[in-house]
């Protein structure tokens, strides 16, 4: 089943290829662009849902009062897929420099892929000088240089862990001593557990940012209403089949899937022979957002046609509300966004009532359990 789920995301990701096209976005999108641009497009391929994770450390400082106070640290969601983040966690930034090599106030961003053992993070940094200081500070840090490859810098063995070593408090090491490589990838340092995993980024042909579905949901979080004006400081992407689990990916593998309509058609189809939901996106986005009312979980999915972006809209929301540990937590706007190539986003925020993102916090840890609905492709209603 996990090849399945693997082909199923390929072949829906290589569909919506054939729409094409990006487009100019708002000033709120930059760095998240800047950043998913570092990440091959084969990273969206993937048998896992939620395959692509984001932090804007410089938007968390300014939300948080700093990004490792302790508001920062509890509102940081996403630091089971971001390596750094964990040891950060664990040890509530304390000691962070010297373990790190760099103050956390130097890095711009974390983003991160991959399934483990395969998970790489990158360090974003203000530039190639700052990202050539860090790998030099790692040298005083347990890490060598790889004869054959110079630019490479290794603690220890690929995929290989030492529990003699570990420090969960130490981004390079963690709870249980696991080998990290590094390597310079433009302002970035790539962290991985084995070189091999870097190929996929040193042979990109078209990055994450670049994605017409990435595009598509980014260029409706700059211009809807809701969310233009917004600071984005966490981001988590999903994939179709995060909402598929009621759709056996199977049943699609018989069938010509690509190109956008086909495949639209056929997940349509299925729907209708048992059930109701939003119609099948191409690819999604949850963020959380620092508005001037506070903060904000968006929820960005791209879409063919605003149609089906206008469909999803009102569900999502009737959802939402009909969700009973979900109802009266959030004040909810929603709407369609136009893209390139007559592609539409469908954009609905959810600004919580209170001081902290609730309706992330629900969001999240509802995603993680397969228990979060909201998103779901053809769930009963």
């Not at 090849?3 to 290829?17: D, M, N, P, Q, Y």
């Not at 209403?225 to 049943?251: E, H, I, K, N």
């Not at 929301?317 to 009973?324: D, G, L, M, V």
Request: proline share 6%; aromatic share 8%; charged share 20%.
């Amino acid at each position: 089943m996990r090849f399945r789920h693997l082909t199923v995301t390929a072949t829906i990701v290589s569909g919506f290829l054939a729409i094409g096209g990006t487009a100019a976005f708002a000033d709120n999108t930059a760095t998240l662009r800047k950043a998913l641009s570092h990440l091959p497009e084969t990273a969206l391929a993937t048998a896992d849902p939620m395959p692509i994770a984001f932090l804007d450390v410089k938007a968390m400082s300014s939300a948080e009062e700093g990004a490792l106070s302790e508001a920062a640290l509890r509102r940081m969601s996403f630091g089971s897929f971001l390596r750094p983040l964990e040891a950060l966690q664990y040890g509530m930034g304390k000691d962070w420099t010297e373990k790190a090599g760099v103050p956390f106030e130097d890095i711009s961003y974390f983003v991160g892929n991959g399934m483990p053992p395969v998970r790489l993070a990158y360090w974003g940094l203000a530039d190639e000088k700052a990202a050539d200081t860090l790998l030099e500070a790692l040298t005083s840090r347990g890490f060598r240089q790889l004869q054959d490859t110079p630019r490479m810098l290794a603690n220890g063995d690929p995929r290989a862990i030492n529990f003699e070593a570990r420090d969960e408090t130490n981004p390079w090491l963690g709870t249980m001593g696991q080998t990290s490589f590094a390597m310079p990838h433009a302002e970035t340092v790539m962290q991985a557990t084995a070189p091999q995993d870097f190929e996929p980024v040193l042979e990109m042909k078209r990055s994450v940012a670049d994605n017409p579905a990435i595009a598509t949901l980014l260029e409706g979080i700059a211009k809807a209403p809701a969310s233009r004006d917004s600071t984005l400081v966490q981001a988590l992407v999903v994939t179709p089949l995060f909402g598929m689990s009621s759709v056996d990916p199977a049943d699609f593998l018989q069938s010509d899937m690509t190109d956008l309509e086909a495949t639209k058609k056929k997940l349509e189809e299925k729907m209708v022979e048992g059930s109701k939901g939003i119609p099948p996106y191409f690819a999604g986005m949850m963020v959380d957002a620092q508005q001037a009312t506070g903060p904000a979980l968006v929820i960005s999915l791209a879409y063919a046609d605003c149609a089906s972006a206008d469909s999803a809209v009102t569900t999502i929301q009737a959802r939402w509300n009909k969700a009973t540990d979900l109802n009266g937590i959030a004040d909810i706007s929603g709407q369609s966004v136009p893209a390139a190539d007559k592609a539409c986003a469908a954009v609905i925020s959810f600004a919580a009532k209170g001081e902290t993102n609730e309706p992330l916090r629900h969001a999240f840890s509802g995603a993680m359990t397969r228990k979060f609905n909201v998103l779901q492709i053809g769930a009963p209603e």
